[in-house]
C-alpha cells in the first residue's frame, strides 16, 4: 500500500506528491519536508488506524534515531501544509499520549475513479443524485450566476463609457453579442472542470488527467467562456456579420406627414391681373402682400407666407388651396387698372366646402390704394373672429410705412425680383428700382432695408467688400428713419450673420421678433446664428416655431433642412426637404438640396436624378455643383469636370465652386489647370474670410485649397483655426484628414476621419473618396469604412 502511495494519492481534496514533496490544494501547490511527507506516507498507509508515536518514530527515523520532539515538529509542519488544525481537524487526529490517525480518505492516484465525489462523506455515483443536485456540486449553478453578474455589469459599461470614448455603435453590439454567447460555454465548462468549494469534481476523468488542473472551476469558467466567445463572435462578424443599425435612405415618392388644417389659419393667393398689365401685376402682388404682411401681425391668427401661397395660381381649386397650404381660409381676387381708376374684387373662401364667407368689391382712384388695402385687411380680419380667441379681436398698432405711390411701385418691382432665384444681373436691377424709389422719396425706410438686404445678397456671389460697406450704409439709413420697422432688423441681422457678428446678429433678430413675433426670416435666420454658436437644440426649436407658425411656408421647412443638414442628420433633412418637393414640385432649389441630402446619406443614384430632375426646371449652379460631386465620386472625371464648368460659369466668384472643379480636374489628369482653379478658390476663400473670419465653411475651403497647391503650413493653419471655432465639424475634421493623408501622416488622418464620422460625415463617402486611396490597405481604415456597411 505505502509503495502505491509514493506515486501520488488524492487526501480528500488534495493531491499528494510524495516524489515532490508537495501538497497542491485550491490556493496551490505547498512544499512539505521530507520527515513530515514521510509521516503522513506511514498514515495514510493505515488510513482509519491509530499509529503509535514510537512506531511513527521507528518507521521515519529509524530505531533508536528519531525522537518525540522530532515528530511533534513533523506533524507541526504536515498540519500547517494541510492547512489542518488541532482542535477541529479535517485530515490529522492527535489522540493524546498515544499518536495520530487519518480521518481524510486516501485515494491513489493510480486508481480509476468514475463520476464520483472524492473527500464527500459517503460519496456516492453522479447516478445516485438528481440532476439538480448534480448540477449545483459540480458549481454550474454558481458559474451561471456569477457570468450574468458580470455579463450584465459589461454591458452596462459598455454603454456609459463607449459613447464618452466616441466608439462607434457596433462596439456595444459585439459586447452583447459575446455576453449572450458566452453562457452556455461557461455552463460547459463548468461542467467539467473540478474545484469548487474545496471539492473535486470528475466526470469520466482519471486522477491523473485532472491533477492538471488546479483553478477554481467558477473563475476559470467564466474567463474562458469570455475569451472563447470573443474569438467566435469576432469570425462570425467577419465572415457573416452582426446585426447593425439600418440606415434606410427615403425615396422621393414617400408622402411625409403634414401639419393639420387649422381653425384660424388663412392664406392670401395672388390676385388675378385682368388686364395683364405690368403696372396692373405689381399692384396686384402688393396688395396681396401687404395683406398678408398686416394679418400676419393678429395674434392668434396663422398666416401662410407670400413665398408660400404664390406658388399657387390665382383662383385655384379650394381642396388644391387646402392640401397644399394647410389652411382652413383662404383669400383670393382680381385686379384691374382702367385710366386712373383701381377696380378689385375680392373673396374669403371655405378652403373645406369651396363655399364664400364674403365677396367685395372696390372701385378707387390709384391713390386710394393704401386705404383699400387696409379696408380689405380689415374686412378679413372681420370675418375671421370666430376663429380666434376673443383677446386677439383687435389689431395691433401697425409697424408698417406707407410711401409716395410711385416710389412704392418702384419699391415693389424691386422686391417682385428679390422673391426669385437670384443671379449677379437680377440683383443688379433689384438695386436700380430700389435706388428708383428712394429717388422718388428719400425717406423710404422699407427701400433701405431692401438695399442693405440686396447687398448682402449680391455679396453672397460677388464677393465684393465694397457690397457689405454699402449693406451696412443703406441698414444704417433704413434704421435712423424707422426705428420700428421689422424688415430693417431682419436685414442688419443678415448683414452682422454675413459678417461673422454672430452677438449683433442675434440682438437684431431677437428684436425684429420682438416688433413682428410671426417674420418667418427672421426666426430662421437667428436659428442659423444658433447653430453657429452650436446651440444646436435651440436652432432646431426655433425652426419648429417658425413652421408652426407658418404652416405651409416651403421657406421654414427648407430652413429646417438645411440645419438638419450642417449637422449630418442628412436622412431627416431629406425628409423635409422632400416635405417641400412634394408641396411645390416646382421649387427647384428645394429638389436641389434633396439630391444633397440623398447624396451624402450615401444613395448617389437617388441623388443625381433628383439634381437632373431640378436642372429640367431651372439652370442652378448648385445643382450643377453637386451633380458634378456624384460624378466625381462615381470616378466619372470628365463628366464631374463639365458640370463643375458649369456652375463655376454662373457663380464665378464663389470659391466652393472653384475647389470642386479643382478636384475633379485633378483627378481628370488636367493638373496645371487644376493648379489655376486651387489658386482661385484660395484667392476668394482668403477675400471671404478678411470679412467674416468665422465662416468656417469658407475657412475649410481656403485650407484645402493651400494644400494643393503646396503651402502645407499654411493649410494647418487655417484648418487648425477653423476647428478652433468648431472643433466637431465633421467637414473640417474630414479636411484636416486630409491634409494629413498629403503629408503621409497616416495615424493623424484615422484619428480624424474617425471623428469626423462619430459626428456625422458618412463613411460611404470616404469608400469613395479618390484623395484616400493610399489609406485602402490600412485595417483601421478597411474596419471604418465597414462599420457602414
Not at 501544509?81 to 481524510?104: C, F
Not at 469558467?221 to 462570425?236: H, N
Not at 406658388?311 to 383669400?331: G, I, K, M, Y
Request: hydrophobic residues 45%.
Amino acid at each position: 500500500m505505502k509503495s502505491d502511495l509514493l506515486h501520488g494519492f488524492y487526501l480528500g481534496d488534495l493531491l499528494v506528491e510524495p516524489l515532490k514533496g508537495q501538497i497542491t490544494g485550491r490556493a496551490g501547490p505547498v512544499h512539505l519536508p521530507p520527515k513530515a511527507m514521510e509521516v503522513l506516507l506511514r498514515l495514510a498507509a493505515n488510513a482509519g488506524t491509530l499509529v503509535s508515536r514510537d512506531a511513527l518514530i521507528d518507521d521515519v527515523w529509524g530505531a533508536g534515531h528519531g525522537s518525540p520532539e522530532a515528530l511533534s515538529r513533523a506533524v507541526s509542519e504536515l498540519r500547517h501544509a494541510l492547512d489542518d488544525h488541532h482542535d477541529n481537524p479535517a485530515y490529522v487526529q492527535t489522540l493524546p499520549r498515544r499518536g495520530y490517525r487519518l480521518i481524510a480518505a486516501v485515494t491513489p492516484m493510480a486508481a480509476n475513479t468514475s463520476s464520483i465525489v472524492l473527500g464527500a462523506k459517503n460519496g456516492v455515483d453522479i447516478e445516485d443524485i438528481g440532476l439538480f443536485e448534480n448540477l449545483k456540486r459540480r458549481g454550474v449553478i454558481e458559474t451561471a450566476i456569477a457570468y450574468l453578474i458580470l455579463g450584465w455589469l459589461l454591458i452596462q459599461i459598455a454603454d456609459i463609457v463607449f459613447d464618452q470614448l466616441l466608439l462607434p455603435d457596433w462596439a456595444g453590439t459585439f459586447v452583447t453579442v459575446l455576453v449572450i454567447a458566452g453562457l452556455p460555454i461557461a455552463i460547459l465548462l463548468s461542467w467539467f472542470l473540478e474545484f469548487r468549494d474545496g471539492r473535486a469534481v470528475f466526470d469520466t476523468l482519471s486522477p491523473s488527467d485532472a491533477r492538471r488542473r488546479r483553478f477554481s472551476r467558477t473563475y476559470l469558467s467564466v474567463v474562458g467562456a469570455m475569451a472563447i466567445a470573443a474569438v467566435f463572435v469576432f469570425v462570425y462578424d467577419k465572415s457573416v456579420g452582426l446585426p447593425r443599425a439600418q440606415t434606410d435612405v427615403p425615396t422621393i415618392s414617400e408622402q411625409p406627414l403634414l401639419p393639420p388644417v387649422l381653425d384660424n389659419s388663412i392664406a392670401v393667393l395672388p390676385f388675378l391681373n385682368i388686364d395683364g398689365s405690368a403696372d396692373t401685376q405689381v399692384f396686384a402682388n402688393g396688395l396681396a402682400d401687404d395683406v398678408i404682411t398686416r394679418l400676419s401681425r393678429v395674434p392668434g391668427l396663422l398666416v401662410a407666407s407670400r413665398g408660400d401661397s404664390f406658388t399657387l395660381d390665382p383662383n385655384s381649386a379650394s381642396a388644391r388651396v387646402r392640401e397644399r397650404l394647410r389652411v382652413a381660409l383662404f383669400l383670393e381676387g382680381s385686379v384691374q387698372i382702367d385710366g386712373d381708376l383701381l377696380r378689385v374684387i375680392v373673396q374669403l373662401i371655405d378652403s373645406e366646402t369651396g363655399f364664400h364667407v364674403f365677396s367685395r368689391s372696390f372701385d378707387r382712384p390709384l391713390e386710394g390704394f393704401f386705404e383699400m388695402r387696409d379696408e380689405i385687411t380689415e374686412l378679413t380680419v372681420a370675418n375671421v373672429r370666430v376663429a380666434l380667441p376673443p383677446e386677439t379681436q383687435l389689431l395691433p398698432a401697425a409697424d408698417f410705412e406707407d410711401s409716395n405711390l410711385s416710389a412704392y411701385v418702384l419699391y415693389r418691382r424691386g422686391k417682385e425680383i428679390y422673391e426669385q432665384p437670384r443671379t449677379l444681373d437680377s440683383i443688379a436691377e433689384i438695386i436700380g428700382y430700389y435706388e428708383q424709389a428712394l429717388d422718388v422719396d428719400p425717406e423710404y425706410a422699407a427701400a433701405h432695408a431692401g438695399l442693405c438686404d440686396a447687398y448682402v445678397a449680391r455679396y453672397e456671389l460677388s464677393n465684393a467688400a465694397d457690397d457689405i460697406a454699402s449693406a451696412e450704409n443703406e441698414c444704417a439709413s433704413a434704421l435712423a428713419l424707422n426705428p420700428r420697422l421689422y424688415m430693417v432688423y431682419t436685414a442688419l441681422g443678415e448683414l452682422y450673420r454675413r459678417t461673422g457678428r454672430a452677438a449683433k446678429s442675434e440682438e437684431a433678430f431677437n428684436q425684429a421678433l420682438t416688433i413682428n413675433p410671426k417674420d418667418a426670416q427672421a426666426m430662421i435666420g437667428l436659428s442659423r446664428v444658433y447653430a453657429l454658436q452650436r446651440k444646436y437644440p435651440e436652432a432646431e426649436q426655433l425652426l419648429h416655431t417658425a413652421i408652426t407658425t407658418q404652416p405651409g411656408n416651403w421657406l421654414t421647412i427648407n430652413g429646417l433642412g438645411t440645419f438638419l443638414f450642417s449637422i449630418g442628420r442628412y436622412v431627416e433633412a431629406a425628409d423635409a426637404y422632400r416635405q417641400v418637393v412634394l408641396l411645390d414640385p416646382d421649387n427647384f432649389q428645394a429638389r436641389t438640396n434633396l439630391g444633397s441630402a440623398l447624396t451624402m446619406a450615401g444613395d448617389f443614384e437617388a441623388g443625381k436624378r433628383v439634381f437632373e430632375e431640378s436642372l429640367d426646371i431651372q439652370e442652378f449652379r448648385t445643382a450643377y455643383s453637386n451633380l458634378g460631386v456624384i460624378y466625381y465620386y462615381l470616378g466619372e472625371f470628365e463628366n464631374s469636370v463639365a458640370n463643375h464648368r458649369k456652375a463655376v460659369k454662373l457663380s464665378p466668384e464663389e470659391a466652393v465652386k472653384w475647389l470642386n472643379l479643382a478636384d475633379a480636374l485633378y483627378f481628370a489628369g488636367q493638373r496645371d489647370e487644376a493648379a489655376t482653379a486651387f489658386r482661385r478658390a484660395a484667392d476668394l476663400a482668403e477675400s471671404r474670410v478678411a470679412i467674416d473670419p468665422t465662416d468656417i465653411d469658407t475657412i475649410f475651403t481656403l485650407a484645402w485649397a493651400l494644400q494643393m497647391l503646396g503651402e502645407n503650413e499654411k493649410a494647418k493653419v487655417r484648418v487648425a483655426r477653423g476647428l478652433e471655432i468648431a472643433p466637431n465639424d465633421p467637414y473640417g475634421l474630414y479636411y484636416n484628414a486630409l491634409i494629413d493623408v498629403q503629408a503621409d501622416d497616416h495615424e493623424s488622418a484615422l484619428t480624424s476621419l474617425r471623428l469626423a464620422v462619430n459626428n456625422g460625415y458618412p463613411a460611404k463617402m470616404l469608400a469613395v473618396e479618390p484623395y484616400l486611396d493610399n489609406l485602402r490597405a490600412n485595417s483601421e481604415f478597411r474596419a471604418l469604412i465597414a462599420e457602414t456597411h
